[in-house]
Antibody, heavy 120, light 107 residues
Framework: QVQLVESGGGVVQPGRSLRLSCAASGFTFSNYGMHWVRQAPGKGLEWVALISYDGSNIDYADSVKGRFTISRDNSKKTLYLQMSSLRADDTAVYYC?????????????WGQGTLVTVSS | DIQMTQSPSSLSASVGDRVTITCRASQDISNYLVWFQQKPGKAPKSLIYGASNLQSGVPSKFSGSGSGTDFTLTISSLQPEDFATYYCQQYNSYPYTFGQGTKLEIK
């Protein structure tokens, strides 16, 4: 079965950096695009970034563009999110999510999330 | 960016009821719409993709319809485990925006 396990969250000071990881199993990781989606405490879902199956196509939400970098290592079946210049409003649970195979490639599976708290 | 607006924002219903949640896109997204269910403290779960296709393993009590800008999620015969927050998301164009969520509560 598909499993996505995020790690790397924690408490970080404003302006600092943090790298999140998402370990994938149960499917051929190198065949699927992947997303990061976040959810601030008590708020709704916000799409953050997308990377294609081979890393050749990447897109970001305007709120993180220039500060966050999505990447992947298909040999390790792992997705990453490098976050820099962190701000208080980046505080959220960060989920990795797998693109499906249906037309348009909708999200079909989610990880359990990892909490990032930006605070001094 | 495409704005996704769900209504209502919250909804009270009883076990056994049938409910409908609406999602409206600010521009035509064809049928590139997905519905998610999220329970407190848990990750979202995919229910429906392509506006009307049931995700594998999702019971047929969930159904979706619509195309273009107007979409609905219908849940029939509500059970206690169905009380959750529901989100729509468009995947027609970047950024892949979500609706603000509809919280379904027990009456």
């Amino acid at each position: 079965q598909v499993q996505l396990v995020e790690s790397g969250g924690g408490v970080v000071q404003p302006g600092r950096s943090l790298r999140l990881s998402c370990a994938a199993s149960g499917f051929t990781f190198s065949n699927y695009g992947m997303h990061w989606v976040r959810q601030a405490p008590g708020k709704g879902l916000e799409w953050v970034a997308l990377i294609s199956y081979d890393g050749s196509n990447i897109d970001y939400a305007d709120s993180v563009k220039g500060r966050f970098t999505i990447s992947r290592d298909n040999s390790k079946k792992t997705l990453y999110l490098q976050m820099s210049s962190l701000r208080a409003d980046d505080t959220a649970v960060y989920y990795c999510a797998k693109r499906g195979a249906a037309r348009g490639y909708p999200i079909d599976y989610w990880g359990q999330g990892t909490l990032v708290t930006v605070s001094s | 960016d495409i704005q996704m607006t769900q209504s209502p924002s919250s909804l009270s219903a009883s076990v056994g009821d049938r409910v409908t949640i609406t999602c409206r896109a600010s521009q035509d997204i064809s049928n590139y719409l997905v519905w998610f269910q999220q329970k407190p403290g848990k990750a979202p779960k995919s229910l429906i993709y392509g506006a009307s296709n049931l995700q594998s393993g999702v019971p047929s009590k969930f159904s979706g319809s619509g195309s273009g800008t107007d979409f609905t999620l219908t849940i029939s015969s509500l059970q206690p485990e169905d009380f959750a927050t529901y989100y729509c998301q468009q995947y027609n164009s970047y950024p892949y925006t979500f609706g603000q969520g509809t919280k379904l509560e027990i009456k």
